[in-house]
């Protein structure tokens, strides 16, 4: 891996399991291979390995981090690299320190509105970006969104992620995938290709229902599961029950069975109780920027592991796939 920092010269070394014990910890494995976290004094990567073997999913995979990567947005997780070897690739990716989303809600139970709002709009941004750049994440869930140590969110796991416009500008159908607690109606009604924005705006909904309650509105999204919420059936065990009425309101537009009359990223940022929301992060008036800041670090306490002062990773040429 050329061009990077002497330390980095260290990653060759995780291939051969030379490096020392201390610089790695194992945060996870699955179908999708292993996740190892890299540590030093001055960085801090994730290293997901995965097997070669696999090829074309993976290789579908590094193909839409680096299109996500070469433009950029905070709301994303960074891929600084990929190396391939014989058996495996590994993807070398921005580590965020505050954890996901899922493992917040599980220890908190419930996120205030305002937090709640914060990381929701943030969330949003993220996917604009996708969505403009042409991909669609199709696994959007709580154990899919990091959180920096100052209360950055950002979308990661691009593993089903694929493109839904062509190289002419067109929009294409996409088949149906993801996790069946957030997945839209689509999935269980439709034959096997759909529009593809439409199937991460419904999972938005369920994750902001997730935040403010602690729990997920249905375990999938069947018509007889979803028989109240269509109804609009009050019910005081219904977990949307004693949500505010503006947030009610935006999530009617977003929980809409019909992929065509769901709204969109556009109509959504236009929404009453968002649109108090715009500029926050660049110091709006709606909340003062230290404010927010000193909230979302309650939220995500900045620790002796995760408060250290990190370094940037540079990006670098995606070469080696070539």
């Known amino acids: 891996m050329f061009g990077y920092p002497r330390e980095f010269e260290l990653f060759n070394d995780v291939i051969d399991k030379k490096i020392e014990k201390g610089g ?35 290789l579908k995979e590094f193909k839409i981090h680096e299109l996500l990567s070469k433009d950029g947005n905070k709301h994303i997780i960074q891929l600084f690299d990929v190396l391939k070897t014989q058996k495996f690739l590994f993807f070398y990716l921005e580590f965020a320190a505050g954890g996901d989303l899922e493992q917040m809600i599980k220890a908190k139970g419930t996120l205030s509105s305002t937090i709640a709002k ?39 796991d691009f593993g089903f992620a694929t493109k839904f416009r062509d190289d002419e500008g067109e929009n294409m159908l996409v088949t149906l995938c993801g996790t069946a607690k957030y997945w839209a109606p689509e ?16 999972p938005c909904g369920i994750i902001l229902i997730e935040m ?3 729990r997920r509105p249905w375990e999938a999204a069947t018509l007889k599961n979803m028989e109240n919420w269509i109804s609009k059936e009050e019910d005081k065990n219904l977990p949307w029950n004693n949500i505010e009425d503006d947030v009610m309101s935006l999530l009617r537009k977003i929980l809409v069975v019909d992929p065509t009359k769901r709204a969109t990223i556009d109509d959504i940022q236009e929404d009453k109780w968002l649109s108090g929301n715009k500029n926050i992060e660049n110091g709006g008036t709606a909340q003062p920027k230290k404010d927010r800041k000193r909230k979302l670090q309650a939220v995500v306490p900045i620790t ?11 990006k670098k040429k995606f070469s080696c796939l070539e």
């Open 187 to 202: 999935v269980e009604t439709s034959k096997k290709l759909v529009d593809g924005p439409p199937l991460d705006i419904w």
């Open 212 to 214: 403010l309650t602690g």
């Open 118 to 156: 914060e990381y929701f709009t943030q969330m949003i941004d993220g996917i604009q970006f996708m969505h403009g750049l042409g991909i669609v994440h199709r696994d959007l869930k709580p154990a899919n969104l990091f959180l920096t140590s100052d209360g950055i969110l950002k979308i990661g």
């Open 24 to 58: 790695l910890k194992h945060l996870g494995s699955g179908g999708y291979g292993d996740v190892l976290l890299y540590t030093s004094k001055e960085t801090d990567v994730v290293i997901k390995r995965v097997k070669s073997g696999q090829g074309c999913k993976n």
């Open 304 to 314: 002796e592991d995760n408060g250290r002062k990190r370094q940037r990773v540079p």
